[in-house]
């Protein structure tokens, strides 16, 4: 198990890491989920034993690695760019880690054929990487880094550079490989999506620190705040104020009306909160007047006062709509 205790990170006098802690298990995929220049890389390079971090801890099965070279700390890395040999041939790109630990040449190709077959990529062996896709260069990418059985696994923006369709089918691909092997992830990207489709817990970074950790579908349902409702694109956020509580039911005054939450916070009347308006085929009612449309694939989006939502069929112009909503206190 890999833990991180409480790391700081500063450059040029301004923080950038303040005070990151978290552990990834055995089989885990970890996603830390945050906007560019957020540190995320930063991390993956101290974890890598490449930089130091100014203060904290970062562990391995209950041991210090403050003194382990990167060479000896059996971590793989797959970046964005590949980092492939491109004058090596597919199967020696591959063979390259176990060349470097002395493995006997009979079991070099036995774990290349193995793997190569694992990211089906069978009969590549003597291509040249160059000949390769994108996408067939980040499988190759994959298999190099699995194939001297690393003890942890760090995937940095990996599928940044491809096309939406490719990335969709290789997340899905590269998720039953990790699961496979079992081997603990930490798996950075910006890009909430991929964070969602690879996850099975998303840290959420933002200023240097974590704001929320769950799984895919706990952060969905409940960001934490309204910036993370903002980012992750979760529904829609309003500014209200708290009113009077009735049989443990909030009332919230909103430029759209009233809304009764369920809420969990301590708030005292007069309160201003964030409100998370999601659409949902039942509940309370939002109304607002529609000001823009935009076609998206089978569904239009109406949008309107701030607000956004999917419709079946395309509203009007000017028209006034109502949709069904759950509401929820974000803080
Ligand atoms: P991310 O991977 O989330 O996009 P990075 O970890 O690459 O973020 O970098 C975050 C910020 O840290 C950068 O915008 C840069 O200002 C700063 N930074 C990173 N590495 C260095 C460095 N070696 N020297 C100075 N500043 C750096
Ligand atoms: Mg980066």
Same mark, same amino acid.
């Given at each position: 198990?890999?833990?991180?205790?409480?790391?700081?990170?500063?450059?040029?006098?301004?923080?950038?890491?303040?005070?990151?802690?978290? =552990?990834?298990?055995?089989?885990?995929?970890?996603?830390?989920?945050?906007?560019?220049?957020?540190?995320?890389?930063?991390?993956?390079?101290?974890?890598?034993?490449?930089?130091?971090?100014?203060?904290?801890?970062?562990? %391995?099965?209950? #041991?210090?690695?403050?003194?382990?070279?990167?060479?000896?700390?059996? !971590?793989? $890395?797959?970046?964005?760019?590949?980092?492939?040999?491109? *004058?090596?041939?597919?199967?020696?790109?591959? #063979? %390259?880690?176990?060349?470097?630990?002395?493995?006997?040449?009979?079991?070099? =190709?036995?774990?290349?054929? +193995?793997?190569?077959?694992?990211?089906?990529?069978?009969?590549?062996?003597?291509?040249?990487?160059?000949?390769?896709?994108?996408?067939?260069?980040?499988?190759?990418?994959? +298999?190099?880094?699995?194939?001297?059985?690393?003890?942890?696994?760090? %995937?940095?923006?990996?599928?940044?550079?491809?096309?939406?369709?490719?990335?969709?089918?290789?997340? &899905?691909?590269?998720?039953?490989?990790?699961?496979?092997?079992?081997?603990?992830?930490?798996?950075?990207? *910006?890009? &909430?999506?991929?964070?969602?489709?690879?996850?099975?817990?998303?840290? $959420?970074?933002?200023?240097?620190?974590?704001?929320?950790?769950?799984?895919?579908?706990?952060?969905?349902?409940?960001? /934490?705040? +309204?910036?993370?409702?903002?980012?992750?694109? #979760?529904?829609?956020?309003?500014?209200?104020?708290?009113?009077?509580?009735?049989?443990? @039911?909030?009332?919230?005054?909103?430029?759209?009306?009233? !809304?009764?939450?369920?809420?969990?916070?301590? *708030? +005292? #009347?007069?309160?201003?909160?964030?409100?998370?308006?999601?659409?949902? /085929?039942?509940?309370?009612?939002?109304?607002?007047?529609?000001?823009?449309?935009? %076609?998206?694939?089978?569904? !239009?989006?109406?949008?309107?006062?701030?607000?956004?939502?999917? @419709?079946?069929?395309?509203?009007?112009?000017?028209?006034?709509?109502?949709?069904?909503?759950?509401?929820?206190? $974000?803080?």
């Amino acid at each position: 198990m890999l833990e991180l205790r409480d790391i700081f990170k500063t450059y040029d006098n301004q923080p950038l890491l303040r005070g990151i802690s978290f =552990s990834v298990s055995q089989g885990e995929t970890v996603c830390l989920l945050g906007a560019s220049g957020s540190g995320k890389s930063t991390l993956l390079r101290m974890i890598a034993g490449l930089e130091n971090p100014e203060r904290g801890r970062i562990l %391995f099965n209950g #041991a210090d690695l403050a003194q382990t070279p990167t060479h000896l700390r059996d !971590f793989g $890395l797959v970046f964005q760019d590949y980092g492939l040999f491109p *004058h090596l041939n597919i199967f020696d790109n591959v #063979a %390259f880690g176990l060349k470097m630990r002395n493995l006997p040449t009979a079991e070099i =190709s036995l774990r290349v054929a +193995a793997l190569l077959e694992k990211v089906n990529l069978t009969g590549f062996e003597t291509r040249k990487v160059t000949d390769l896709s994108g996408g067939e260069q980040q499988r190759v990418a994959l +298999a190099r880094a699995l194939a001297p059985r690393p003890r942890l696994l760090m %995937f940095d923006e990996p599928l940044g550079a491809l096309d939406r369709t490719l990335k969709e089918s290789l997340l &899905q691909e590269i998720r039953a490989i990790l699961h496979e092997t079992k081997i603990p992830v930490i798996y950075v990207t *910006h890009d &909430q999506d991929e964070a969602f489709a690879i996850a099975d817990r998303i840290l $959420l970074l933002r200023d240097g620190e974590i704001v929320r950790v769950g799984t895919p579908a706990e952060v969905w349902s409940n960001p /934490g705040s +309204a910036w993370a409702a903002k980012f992750l694109d #979760a529904g829609n956020v309003i500014e209200g104020k708290m009113q009077n509580e009735e049989c443990g @039911m909030q009332n919230v005054v909103t430029a759209f009306g009233e !809304f009764p939450v369920n809420c969990s916070h301590k *708030h +005292a #009347a007069g309160d201003k909160v964030s409100l998370l308006v999601k659409q949902s /085929g039942e509940g309370q009612e939002i109304k607002f007047k529609v000001e823009e449309i935009l %076609f998206k694939r089978n569904q !239009f989006e109406a949008r309107g006062a701030g607000l956004v939502f999917q @419709m079946d069929k395309a509203p009007a112009l000017g028209q006034i709509i109502k949709v069904k909503v759950e509401v929820k206190c $974000l803080a």
